[in-house]
C-alpha cells in the first residue's frame, strides 16, 4: 500500500473536507445569529448601531468559521474566541442591567457559548484528519503483515509437515530394500544337480 497513492489521497482530502467543515458549523451558526440579531434590532427599534454591531460580529464569526474550514483551525478558534470574548463583553453589562431576555440576555449566552467552545478546541483541538487517515492506513498495513506473517507461518509448517512425511517415506522404502537384501543373502546358493549330463565328447561321439 503506497501511502501516496491518488487513492490515499482522496481519502485524505475526503475526511478534511468533512471533519473542518462540521468542526466549524457552531461557528457559522453564531455568524447567522449575529446577522438576525442585529437585523432584528434594527427593524424593532430602528438602531442603526444594532446592525452594525450584528453584521460585524457576525463577519468575525464568519472568518473565524471559514479558517477553520480551511484548514487553519487554530486561526479561526483563536478568532471565534476573541469575537466571543467582545460579544458576551460588550453584552453581559446590558443584561445585568436591564435583564432582557433580548437581545442582552440571547446575545451574552451566544457570546458564552462561544468562548465555551472556541477555549476548547484552542485547548483541545480536533485531531488532524491526516493524522486520522495515517493511523488508519497504519492499522491496515499491520493487519496485512500480520495476515502475511501468519500465512508465512502457515505455510512452513506445512513445509514441514510435507518433509516430514518425505523423510517417514524415505526411511520407510530403505527400510523395505534392507529386508529385500537380507532375504536374498539368506537365501541358500545353487546345489549342482548330479543328473546333469554333460555334454558328450568329440571321441564318445565318434565311438558312436
Known sequence: MKR???????KVSTIRR??????????????????????????????????ISGAG????????????QDD???KGHIGGLVTSA????????????????????????????GLFYHARRVISPVKNPDVIVVEKL???????????SREAQR???????????RRREEVRLEKVEREERKK??????PSLDSSYNSPPSDEEEYDA
Open 4 to 10: 501516496g497513492s491518488n487513492q490515499d489521497d482522496f
Open 18 to 51: 468533512s471533519t473542518t467543515w462540521k468542526d466549524a458549523i457552531p461557528t457559522y451558526l453564531l455568524s447567522l445569529a449575529s446577522f438576525g440579531g442585529g437585523f432584528l434590532g434594527f427593524k424593532r427599534a430602528g438602531s442603526i448601531k444594532s446592525l
Open 57 to 68: 460580529v457576525g463577519t468575525l464569526y464568519g472568518l473565524s468559521g471559514w479558517l477553520i
Open 72 to 74: 487553519q483551525a487554530r
Open 86 to 113: 467582545l460579544l458576551a463583553g460588550s453584552m453581559a453589562p446590558k443584561f445585568l442591567k436591564t435583564l432582557t431576555i433580548f437581545p442582552a440576555g440571547t446575545f451574552t449566552a451566544l457570546g458564552v457559548f
Open 138 to 148: 497504519d492499522k491496515e498495513e499491520k493487519s496485512l503483515e500480520e495476515d502475511r
Open 155 to 165: 505455510e512452513a509448517k506445512r513445509e514441514q509437515k510435507r518433509e516430514k512425511e
Open 184 to 189: 536374498r543373502l539368506s537365501l541358500p546358493p
